[in-house]
């Protein structure tokens, strides 16, 4: 008993550190300036919104910047189709307020995952002592298997039906529709159009996958090895 207690300790902590793993770079991705302006470029946004790149990269910069919390309000111009003009409308303000606050809600529920495991490893430690580095270890390639199986699939629907997908996605997570931009007039939505998400997606997997295989891989080092480590 002492021993399944120990195990579903272990997968646990293993889930918690790669959802944290996962939010950490989403985070990464998202935030790069260099890799929005490669974007920006690739999908020609500067010319089709008609505003400069310069000027394109400026407001990206602030709308990341309150984003993170590090800038107020969303008030700014530019110089649009010729015409110096308010950037985002009321209702692009509104939605934004929505991705601030489930951007912060991310923030703290990966910072509460990373504690949570720390805790969770501590006591595996506590309780186990020399069988502590291989349970943790295990549990860690277990929760692996459970992940990959459920962003296989997730995954598979995405690449599949992107769209689909990401209009689910926003459903699930925002409680209105202020989501809902329309590409011929709202500047937010012209930025950052489907092809644009659907590239940073995969940017963020490129990431998570690396990371993933980085840590996968120390894992089942520290379960083969984490006797003698002990000893």
Not at 10 to 20: D, P, R, T, V
Not at 116 to 143: D, E, H, N, W
Request: charged share 20%.
């Amino acid at each position: 008993m002492k021993y399944i207690s120990g195990k579903l300790l272990s997968i646990l902590c293993g889930l918690m550190l790669i959802l944290a793993l996962f939010l950490t770079s989403a985070f990464n991705e998202c935030f790069d300036s260099n890799l929005y302006g490669s974007l920006y470029k690739s999908l020609n946004r500067a010319e089709e919104i008609g505003i400069s790149h310069d000027d394109l990269m400026i407001v990206n910069a602030n709308l990341l910047d309150y984003i993170q919390g590090t800038r107020d309000t969303l008030d700014m111009t530019a110089e649009i189709n010729g015409q110096v003009r308010e950037v985002f409308n009321d209702k692009e303000k509104e939605h934004m307020v929505d991705v601030k606050q489930l951007y912060m809600d991310a923030k703290q529920a990966r910072d509460i995952l990373l504690y949570a495991s720390i805790v969770l490893i501590a006591i595996i430690f506590i309780t186990r002592k020399k069988m502590a580095i291989r349970m943790v270890a295990s549990g860690y390639l277990l929760a692996s298997y459970i992940f990959m199986a459920v962003i296989i699939l997730i995954g598979a629907y995405a690449l599949l039906q992107f769209d689909q997908f990401w209009i689910q996605f926003h459903q699930l997570i925002f409680t209105n529709d202020l989501w809902l931009l329309d590409p011929k007039t709202d500047i937010l939505i012209q930025m950052v159009p489907s092809e644009f998400f659907y590239a940073l997606v995969k940017a963020i997997l490129k990431t998570f996958v690396s990371w993933f295989a980085a840590s996968f891989f120390a894992a089942w080092l520290f379960k083969r090895f984490g006797k003698l480590i002990m000893l």
